[in-house]
């Protein structure tokens, strides 16, 4: 669907390069994460794929043909969620969304979407009076409005509360169950542990990481056990080699002999994976 080579992007008046030389693709059906801490240049990257950023270095190919060479026609299958909210505080939720999708030949029906998201009793309230959650469900229900095939989401939960941010993710899943593709950026682990099939890791511009999480997990976790035990008052621990666990009398002799207090297997998740890849906390 898309495929990016040696991208490379600097802000006018700004000294060095955001986006200094990557590569990455994903194909039609893939949720694919774009993920790395703030101010690294994941919206850069969102931005440079929509063409609202333009004069960049490296190639950009759209089903097999220079994204440039496209016309505006190119937006009709595109459905982006902004980092902002894009939205007019002074019109209603209704407005906002009939607007937006007049300007494209084919749309989506409006009801369904207000609905799911909770937003349907609020649909005739100004914009101006909703709250921040709010007004982020209103903006994911934009980026739907034009029926797109493709989804950009810049930090779609962000400023949501769980419950919102389970319904997001639903709605997420099942537009790629239906065909579509997803690019999401976020700093969200958990978010991407549930939805992404391929992710890349992006620190200072430069791509750090390209796999699934299922392999991330694996390559970066370690093959072991930990154990806690009581020991008369004391807790005492032991480690013990996963390939070799069932030749293992010691393990066993603990487990049978001992009071345990924990059991845990060494494979890392995400955030530890975030942190090693990219030098910082995800949640920074
Ligand atoms: N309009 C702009 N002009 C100059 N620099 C910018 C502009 N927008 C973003 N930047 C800088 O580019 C870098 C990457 O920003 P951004 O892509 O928004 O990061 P992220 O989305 O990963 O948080 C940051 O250092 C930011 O300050
Ligand atoms: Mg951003």
Known sequence: MFKVSDLRFKYPGNKEDTIKGISFGFDKGEIFGFLGPSGMGKSTTQKLLTRILKNYGGEIIY??????????????????????????TKLTAMEN??????????????????????????RNKRVAAF????KSRLNFARALIND?????????????DPTNARIVKDMISGFREN????????????????????????ADG??????????????YGKREIRLEYREGERLEKA?????????????FKLLRGKDLVTIHSGETTLDEIFIKVTGVKSDE
């Not at 190119?74 to 902004?82: H, R």
């Not at 430069?206 to 390559?219: A, D, F, H, Q, T």
Request: glycine letters at 8%; proline letters at 5%; charged letters at 30%.
């Open 63 to 88: 089903r097999g043909k220079d994204l440039k060479s496209y016309d505006k026609s190119i937006f009709k299958d595109v459905g982006v969620g902004f980092e902002m909210p894009v939205l007019f």
């Open 239 to 251: 480690v013990f080699d996963m390939d070799t666990l069932k030749e293992n009398e010691n393990f």
């Open 97 to 122: 969304l009939k607007f937006y999708r007049d300007l494209y030949p084919k749309g989506a029906k409006i009801k369904p979407i207000l609905e799911r998201l909770g937003l349907w009793e609020d």
């Open 206 to 219: 430069e791509i750090r990481e390209i796999s699934s999480p299922k392999n991330l997990k694996l390559r």
């Open 148 to 160: 797109p095939e493709i989804l950009f989401l810049d930090e779609p939960t962000s400023g949501l």
């Open 179 to 202: 065909g579509g593709t997803v690019f999401l950026t976020t700093h969200l682990m958990h978010d991407v542990d549930e939805l992404c099939d391929r992710v890349a890791f992006i």
């Open 131 to 134: 709250s921040k959650g709010m």
